[in-house]
């Protein structure tokens, strides 16, 4: 059997329409877990300079809007891509509102978390109330190699292969020359 790659998944539109993945084959792309309401919510600001920089070189920002992470994306899906476009002129494709750990979660996140595991460390007290904040709103506690928080990015080569995982306090700056060097 061939090793999986990104082109093998799938996502939900907002409508709920189903998109191939293999509609970026040959594309770089990066897959954020996002949410509106969290302290980590301006990097929209910066992934979207990184996009307008970057996507006519072969750049693609795939945007998962989730709530696991202390309810930080309330909202329907119309609500959180009005919120993104108008605060942040987020232009980049942005899918339904999806799960990453756990019960439900996307068959894509079991991939990459497989792929990548999570190897980043957090101060310690930050660690300490995301756990705290994170076994509050969700049944099953989360797992080592789970996502941590919102805003955890993934970096896939222009091959499909996931090549990087950044948490979330990781420096954009850090994860654009990740990007840069696939281009």
Not at 32 to 53: I, K, S, W
Not at 72 to 78: K, L, M, W
Not at 110 to 125: A, V
Not at 167 to 179: F, M, Q
Request: with cysteine; aromatic share 10%; net charge negative.
């Amino acid at each position: 059997m061939s090793m999986k790659t990104v082109y093998d998944f799938s996502l939900s539109d907002k409508s709920g329409g189903e998109v191939s993945l293999n509609a970026y084959k040959g594309k770089v792309l990066l897959i954020v877990n996002t949410a509106t309401g969290c302290g980590f919510t301006p990097q929209y600001e910066d992934l979207e300079a990184m996009y307008h920089r970057l996507k006519d070189k072969g750049l693609e920002i795939l945007d998962i809007p989730c709530n696991q992470f202390g309810h930080q994306a309330p909202g329907t899906d119309a609500e959180i891509k009005e919120f993104c476009t108008v605060k942040f002129g987020a232009d980049f494709p942005q899918f339904k509102k999806s799960i990453v750990n756990g019960k439900g979660e996307l068959p894509l996140y079991t991939w990459l978390k497989k792929e990548k595991p999570f190897t980043g460390s957090y101060e310690p007290k930050l660690a300490a109330v995301m756990e705290k904040l994170y076994n509050e709103s969700n049944p099953e506690p989360r797992k080592k190699d789970d996502i941590q928080w919102n805003f955890t990015k993934f970096l896939i080569n222009k091959e499909g292969e996931v090549v990087a995982r950044f948490e979330p306090t990781d420096d954009l700056k850090k994860v654009e020359k990740a990007v840069e060097a696939e281009l």
